[in-house]
């Protein structure tokens, strides 16, 4: 489908949104465009689909795909988009995603799709001969939208974001800060992340984690049908009536997998005012906040959305962050419950009324390029403050990012859709500072931080925070559903031609 989005978390205080807070809301997934994680009034006039002319096709038993090298010269001649080679003068540029970590991989050429006929001409031209990989946001945590000696199909030209009464339909390329800017203008909300250079794509397939989910879901629950184009270059639309296993999988089975998007629909809901927060607490606090932070987010009604952030030091930081679907003398109180029991006085406290608009930009911190590595956790049932707080202390530059779940993400049935954590709590990411100097280094202190979550209680793990090192991924992302997501790939994908690291396989 496509990759998933990345990008440091976006800490708002009021004052001074860094990244490190929010990342997480965004929620972006496995390999390929991150289609794939870092908003005006009034309602718009329906728009027509730039695709409504592309002849559709059904799904049908997929041959063995060729071997031997791809005809690129062929290939240039069918995009309308263009293709670049290594050596050509835009091609260094064109091959960087979000994260600089990955800048030394070398794909053996970048296509930019502009038409969903391009897309299908790359998958036809390369399908079987080399790894193949879709990127919009560019986010993925692994890299996966960058494969060395690989195809790229860069599908940021497919940006359109058309609402068309209640729905949007948003082309796989666009990013959340043009969605959220057109939702806002036409008086219309989605649920989704904060990192407004995250595409919609990645967030979307790997769920939607983001700010306003206890209230109104993932960015997934609210998806009604997504064009995709699959391993044999058929473009289909998936909906709950047709491709309804594709569909399924669609949603929370991770970009990467299955095939790529092109454009998705989505259901929305009517903007609402909401109220946004930060706390910060003083030093030595953290395990406090943490105990009394995992028993009032369960208690809270859905209208109200917290993560809780760990900043790794001595002594560990700790802050809590949110928004509320309602006005600010209901969220004071709401607030006052958490600093009593956690017997903690903020050090410094904001409380603000914006529009939704508004409200995702309070979140959405710097768009500019990050070096990190990622992994996440997810907790389920409230687990050892002091242990959690514990595998923070003396790591600078590293943030444990928790975000509230439960309320309309809890409601479908676990298996309902790919996304398996109904029942969580929350997730945990963890997001830590990393050079090419330092990466070895990086990534061993989040494999002890990582296991040292899950010796606490908190297992699992989010797929749009993929780590290429969390063991037994595959039951940590998908849990039961893993099998079914393995017969869709059967189904649609059996030659595993849209492979990576950890994709999917029949």
């Given at each position: 489908?496509?990759g998933?989005?990345?990008g440091?978390?976006?800490?708002?205080?009021?004052?001074?949104?860094g990244?490190?807070?929010f990342?997480?809301?965004?929620g972006?997934?496995?390999?390929?465009?991150v289609v794939?994680?870092?908003g005006?009034d009034?309602?718009a006039?329906?728009?027509a689909?730039?695709?409504?002319?592309?002849?559709e096709?059904?799904a049908?038993?997929?041959?063995r795909?060729?071997?031997?090298?791809?005809?690129?010269?062929?290939?240039?001649?069918?995009?309308?988009?263009?293709?670049?080679?290594?050596?050509d003068d835009?091609?260094?540029a064109?091959?960087?995603?979000?994260?600089?970590l990955?800048?030394?991989?070398?794909?053996v050429a970048v296509a930019?799709?502009s038409?969903?006929?391009?897309v299908q001409?790359c998958?036809?031209?390369?399908?079987?001969?080399?790894?193949?990989?879709?990127?919009?946001?560019?986010?993925?945590?692994?890299g996966?939208?960058?494969?060395?000696?690989?195809?790229?199909?860069d599908?940021?030209?497919?940006?359109?974001v058309?609402?068309?009464?209640?729905?949007?339909?948003?082309?796989?390329g666009?990013k959340?800060?043009?969605?959220?800017?057109?939702?806002?203008?036409?008086?219309?909300?989605?649920p989704?992340?904060?990192?407004?250079?995250v595409g919609?794509a990645?967030?979307?397939?790997?769920?939607g984690?983001?700010?306003?989910?206890?209230?109104?879901g993932l960015t997934?629950d609210?998806?009604?049908?997504?064009?995709?184009?699959?391993?044999?270059g058929?473009?289909?639309?998936?909906s709950?009536t047709?491709?309804?296993?594709?569909f399924?999988?669609l949603?929370g089975?991770g970009?990467g997998?299955f095939?790529?998007?092109?454009e998705?629909?989505?259901d929305?809901d009517?903007?609402?005012?909401?109220t946004?927060?930060?706390?910060?607490?003083?030093?030595g606090?953290?395990?406090n906040v943490?105990?009394?932070w995992?028993?009032?987010?369960?208690?809270m009604p859905?209208?109200?959305?917290?993560n809780?952030?760990?900043s790794?030091?001595?002594?560990?930081q700790?802050?809590?962050?949110?928004?509320?679907v309602?006005n600010a003398?209901a969220?004071?109180?709401?607030?006052?419950?958490l600093?009593?029991?956690?017997?903690a006085r903020?050090?410094?406290?904001?409380?603000?009324?914006?529009d939704?608009l508004?409200?995702?930009k309070?979140?959405?911190?710097?768009?500019?390029?990050?070096t990190?590595?990622?992994?996440?956790?997810?907790i389920?049932t409230p687990?050892?403050a002091?242990?959690?707080?514990a595998?923070?202390?003396g790591?600078?530059g590293?943030?444990?990012?928790?975000d509230?779940?439960g309320?309309k993400v809890a409601?479908?049935?676990?298996?309902?859709t790919?996304?398996?954590?109904r029942?969580?709590?929350a997730?945990?990411q963890?997001?830590?500072?990393?050079t090419?100097k330092?990466r070895?280094k990086?990534?061993?202190?989040v494999?002890?931080?990582?296991?040292g979550?899950?010796?606490?209680g908190a297992?699992?793990?989010y797929?749009?925070?993929?780590?290429?090192?969390?063991?037994?991924?595959?039951?940590?992302y998908?849990?039961?559903?893993?099998?079914?997501?393995?017969?869709?790939?059967?189904?649609?994908?059996?030659?595993?031609v849209f492979?990576?690291?950890?994709?999917?396989?029949?």
């Amino acid at each position: 489908m496509t990759g998933q989005p990345t990008g440091r978390p976006h800490v708002h205080d009021g004052m001074d949104l860094g990244r490190r807070a929010f990342l997480r809301l965004a929620g972006v997934s496995a390999a390929g465009a991150v289609v794939a994680a870092c908003g005006p009034d009034g309602p718009a006039a329906p728009a027509a689909s730039s695709e409504a002319s592309v002849p559709e096709t059904s799904a049908a038993p997929i041959s063995r795909p060729p071997t031997g090298p791809p005809n690129w010269d062929d290939l240039r001649t069918k995009l309308a988009g263009g293709l670049l080679r290594p050596g050509d003068d835009e091609y260094d540029a064109a091959k960087r995603g979000f994260n600089p970590l990955f800048d030394g991989r070398n794909p053996v050429a970048v296509a930019t799709a502009s038409t969903p006929q391009d897309v299908q001409a790359c998958v036809q031209a390369t399908a079987g001969r080399l790894t193949l990989a879709a990127r919009s946001g560019g986010h993925s945590y692994a890299g996966y939208s960058a494969p060395e000696g690989g195809l790229v199909v860069d599908l940021s030209a497919l940006k359109k974001v058309e609402i068309q009464g209640t729905q949007a339909v948003i082309g796989a390329g666009a990013k959340l800060a043009d969605v959220y800017a057109a939702l806002g203008a036409a008086g219309r909300a989605l649920p989704a992340g904060s990192c407004p250079t995250v595409g919609i794509a990645g967030l979307t397939l790997g769920g939607g984690i983001g700010v306003l989910a206890r209230k109104y879901g993932l960015t997934c629950d609210h998806l009604s049908s997504a064009r995709v184009v699959t391993a044999d270059g058929k473009l289909l639309t998936a909906s709950a009536t047709s491709e309804p296993d594709l569909f399924w999988a669609l949603r929370g089975g991770g970009g990467g997998n299955f095939g790529i998007v092109t454009e998705f629909t989505f259901d929305t809901d009517p903007a609402p005012n909401l109220t946004v927060f930060s706390l910060h607490f003083p030093a030595g606090s953290a395990a406090n906040v943490l105990n009394a932070w995992q028993q009032w987010i369960a208690a809270m009604p859905p209208e109200l959305w917290a993560n809780l952030v760990l900043s790794g030091g001595s002594p560990v930081q700790c802050r809590v962050s949110g928004c509320y679907v309602g006005n600010a003398p209901a969220l004071n109180t709401l607030l006052n419950n958490l600093t009593t029991n956690a017997g903690a006085r903020p050090t410094q406290r904001t409380v603000k009324s914006l529009d939704f608009l508004g409200a995702m930009k309070f979140f959405e911190g710097s768009s500019a390029r990050q070096t990190f590595l990622g992994s996440s956790r997810i907790i389920t049932t409230p687990v050892d403050a002091g242990k959690i707080v514990a595998l923070a202390e003396g790591r600078a530059g590293t943030d444990l990012l928790i975000d509230g779940l439960g309320g309309k993400v809890a409601e479908p049935a676990k298996n309902a859709t790919a996304f398996w954590h109904r029942d969580a709590l929350a997730s945990v990411q963890v997001y830590t500072q990393a050079t090419a100097k330092t990466r070895a280094k990086a990534a061993k202190s989040v494999a002890e931080v990582v296991a040292g979550l899950a010796a606490a209680g908190a297992g699992g793990g989010y797929v749009n925070y993929i780590d290429p090192g969390l063991p037994d991924w595959k039951a940590a992302y998908y849990g039961d559903n893993a099998k079914r997501l393995q017969d869709v790939a059967k189904k649609y994908d059996p030659f595993n031609v849209f492979r990576f690291g950890q994709s999917v396989v029949a």
